[in-house]
Each structure stands twice: as structure tokens, then as C-alpha cells.
């Protein structure tokens, strides 16, 4: 029986064979994913060479993917890419400077 270490230290983020944080998530999802696409169509009645090359191809081009992503981005990297795809390129302000200014006279407080 192997055994895998899975997490390195407390508070540190879980690694495993040098996937971090949510590349394992990603990993996983999708070498499920392809096993649950393989298992539908196996049952549906696709040839048994086909769903072996199609589960085959899957699993290899999400375990490629998944190390690229890790190798590129890193363990917060990913989410950076995504914060900053969500954030606009440049603020359009077409009003006056005036008109975002309230001034409001001491007489009217109370």
C-alpha cells in the first residue's frame, strides 16, 4: 500500500505531487467528469474502443492542463487572472466635476 502525503505543515496550502490549492479541485472535477462522460457513453452503446479513446484523451488532456495552469500561474495566480479580467480597463466619467459635488449650507442642517 503507498502511502501520499498530502499536506506539508499547518497552514500551509494542500499540495499534492505539486498541484496547489484549486488546480487539485480542477483535477479532480475533471478526471471525474470524464469518467462519468465515459460510463454514459459506454452505457448508451458507443463502441468500447471509442469511449476508451475518448476517456484515454480526456484524462490526459485534463492532467496536461492542470500541471500548465500550475506551472504558469502558480497557487493564487489564477484567481488573480480572474479579478483582473473582471476588472474594467478604464473608468468613463462624462458628467462634471461639479456635479458629483454636494455642497449643503450650515442653515439647513439641524
Given at each position: 500500500?503507498?502511502?501520499y502525503?498530502?499536506?506539508?505543515?499547518i497552514?500551509?496550502?494542500?499540495?499534492?505531487k505539486g498541484?496547489?490549492?484549486?488546480?487539485?479541485?480542477?483535477?479532480?472535477g475533471?478526471?471525474?467528469?470524464?469518467?462519468?462522460?465515459?460510463?454514459?457513453?459506454?452505457?448508451?452503446?458507443?463502441?468500447s474502443y471509442?469511449?476508451?479513446?475518448?476517456?484515454?484523451?480526456?484524462?490526459?488532456?485534463?492532467?496536461?492542463?492542470?500541471?500548465?495552469?500550475?506551472?504558469?500561474?502558480?497557487?493564487?495566480?489564477?484567481?488573480?487572472?480572474?479579478?483582473?479580467?473582471?476588472h474594467?480597463?478604464?473608468?468613463?466619467?462624462?458628467r462634471?466635476?461639479?456635479?458629483?459635488?454636494?455642497?449643503t449650507?450650515?442653515?439647513?442642517?439641524?
Amino acid at each position: 500500500m503507498s502511502n501520499y502525503n498530502i499536506n506539508k505543515g499547518i497552514g500551509r496550502t494542500v499540495e499534492f505531487k505539486g498541484l496547489k490549492a484549486q488546480y487539485l479541485f480542477i483535477f479532480a472535477g475533471g478526471l471525474l467528469g470524464v469518467l462519468v462522460l465515459v460510463m454514459v457513453m459506454y452505457m448508451a452503446g458507443v463502441n468500447s474502443y471509442v469511449c476508451l479513446f475518448i476517456g484515454a484523451g480526456g484524462a490526459s488532456l485534463i492532467v496536461w492542463q492542470t500541471f500548465a495552469l500550475n506551472g504558469k500561474y502558480g497557487e493564487h495566480g489564477l484567481m488573480k487572472v480572474g479579478a483582473k479580467k473582471r476588472h474594467p480597463k478604464y473608468i468613463i466619467c462624462r458628467r462634471a466635476v461639479h456635479r458629483y459635488l454636494k455642497f449643503t449650507s450650515k442653515s439647513n442642517r439641524l
